[in-house]
T-cell receptor, first 115, second 116 residues
Framework: AQKVTQAQTEISVVEKEDVTLDCVYE???????LFWYKQPPSGELVFLIR??????QNEISGRYSWNFQKSTSSFNFTITASQVVDSAVYFC????????????FGTGTSLTVIP | DTGVSQDPRHKITKRGQNVTFRCDPI?????LYWYRQTLGQGPEFLTY????????KSRLLSDRFSAERPKGSFSTLEIQRTEQGDSAMYLC??????????????FGPGTRLTVL
C-alpha cells in the first residue's frame, strides 16, 4: 500500500494565484516525520520543510505555508501568490520511527505557473 | 558549504555492462543514502550507511546492486550486468544523525543512467 499519496499529478496556475498541493499519508507509528521537497527541472531535490508527528502547528515561511492535520492524515502545502520560479515537481515524504531513516515518497505533483 | 555531489551526472551504457556511480556527501554528514527515481515517480529508497556501516540493504533491487562506503566518506553504487529496466535517476542524499529523531536528508543532483 502506498504510504504517501499525492493525488494531484499535475496542476497549472496563472502567476499570482494561490495553489495548494495535497499530501495524505498512512502510518501506524505514533512517531513519524513528514517532509516536502521541491524538484526543479535541474533534477536536484531541495528540502523545504520537516514536521514531526507531535507538532501540529501550521507553519508559514514567506509565500509558503503548511497545514498538518493528524485527524485526516494530511500535510498540505500552499504557495501564495505563485511565481514562475515555483514551477517544479513537489514531493511529500514520510519517515517512520520504526524504519529509521527510510523515506517514503509520494509520486509528486508537477506544478506549472503560467506567466 | 558545498552540497552533495554525484559523478557522473549522466551515464549511457549497453545492456550487460557494469556501471559504478560515486557520491560525495556534505562534509560533516555521517549518514549517506541511495535512492532510485524512475520517470513520473518519487524516489525509492535503496540503502543507507552510517559512517562506513551499511545499516539497511534489504531494499536493494537485486543482487546485481551493491553499495560501499569504505572510509565513511564517499560512497559508490555499482550495478552489475545492467538491464534496460535499470534506466533511471540514481540519487544520493546525506544527513547528520541526530539521536532519537529522523534526520533531514539533503540530496545531490543525481546520476541519470540510460541502458541501451
Amino acid at each position: 500500500a502506498q504510504k504517501v499519496t499525492q493525488a494531484q499529478t499535475e496542476i497549472s496556475v496563472v502567476e499570482k494565484e494561490d495553489v495548494t498541493l495535497d499530501c495524505v499519508y498512512e502510518t501506524r507509528d505514533t512517531t513519524y516525520y513528514l517532509f516536502w521537497y521541491k524538484q526543479p527541472p535541474s533534477g536536484e531535490l531541495v528540502f523545504l520543510i520537516r514536521r514531526n508527528s507531535f507538532d501540529e502547528q501550521n507553519e508559514i515561511s514567506g509565500r509558503y505555508s503548511w497545514n498538518f492535520q493528524k485527524s485526516t492524515s494530511s500535510f498540505n502545502f500552499t504557495i501564495t501568490a505563485s511565481q514562475v520560479v515555483d514551477s517544479a515537481v513537489y514531493f511529500c515524504a514520510l519517515s517512520e520511527a520504526h524504519t529509521g531513516n527510510q523515506f517514503y515518497f509520494g509520486t509528486g505533483t508537477s506544478l506549472t505557473v503560467i506567466p | 558549504d558545498t552540497g552533495v555531489s554525484q559523478d557522473p551526472r549522466h551515464k549511457i551504457t549497453k545492456r550487460g555492462q557494469n556501471v559504478t556511480f560515486r557520491c560525495d556527501p556534505i562534509s560533516e554528514h555521517n549518514r549517506l543514502y541511495w535512492y532510485r527515481q524512475t520517470l513520473g515517480q518519487g524516489p525509492e529508497f535503496l540503502t543507507y550507511f552510517q559512517n562506513e556501516a551499511q545499516l539497511e540493504k534489504s531494499r536493494l533491487l537485486s543482487d546485481r546492486f551493491s553499495a560501499e562506503r569504505p572510509k565513511g566518506s564517499f560512497s559508490t553504487l555499482e550495478i552489475q550486468r545492467t538491464e534496460q529496466g535499470d534506466s533511471a535517476m540514481y540519487l544520493c542524499a546525506s544527513s547528520l544523525s541526530s539521536s532519537g529523531a529522523t534526520d533531514t536528508q539533503y540530496f545531490g543532483p543525481g546520476t541519470r543512467l540510460t541502458v541501451l
